[in-house]
């Protein structure tokens, strides 16, 4: 083998590692990109009776989605409501299972999201929240991009997207397993109350039928046969 050849094969090798050092390192600015976008994603649990509220500090112009799931108890239903820093309630809903809000403030200031369980009187409920605050950051380097994307920029920026795609449907359906599974231990709860009380019903039902099978074929005296009215 001739070295150019080798020398050829040795320049693709580190080539070749230089392209996947890049993707990963584009691959990692993407994932802490990810996490620099300013939401706030949690899962409470509200009493009966009670009422729960949070505040954020939102700024003027800045767009905000306010989301909201209740994933078990009761009848699945809250009232939430969004009260802005003017007093202003912008948003208001009665005995709501779930919803999605958009909206631009017009002004700067500490937005309350309060959620009210006061019309329950012995069911509490568990709640997830979702609060996303302003636009997602663009990868670095691409926000101000003057040329066009080259191949591996626009992979990684799919791979940013998909990753957003892929944790929203994450949410989505750990939201639908926890209620499914809610529902399927309070059925189970239910067959299980059933059955014990179809258990001692036929318990009863048994202990019955023999006591009265004994009576019939139990041997009277004939003092306890006779009719008191004829007694001398």
Known sequence: MSSTSIWARVGGMISGSMMQWSFLVLLLLSWSSF?????VELTFELPDNAKECFHENIKKDVSST???QVVTGGQYDVDVSIEAPNKEIIYKEVKKQYDTFTWVPSVS???TFCFSNEFSTFSHKLIYLDLQVGDEA???GLGEHATALTQLESSAQQIHENLNGVLDYQTHHRLRE???RKRA???NERVLLWSVCETVAVLVIAVGQVVVLRNFFA???PSEMRNPLFAR
């Open 35 to 39: 996490l620099e976008v300013a939401s």
């Open 66 to 68: 306010f989301e909201f």
């Open 109 to 111: 200031g500490v937005f």
């Open 138 to 140: 663009p990868l670095p």
């Open 178 to 180: 926890a209620q499914g």
């Open 185 to 187: 231990e309070d059925l």
């Open 219 to 221: 041997e009277r005296r």
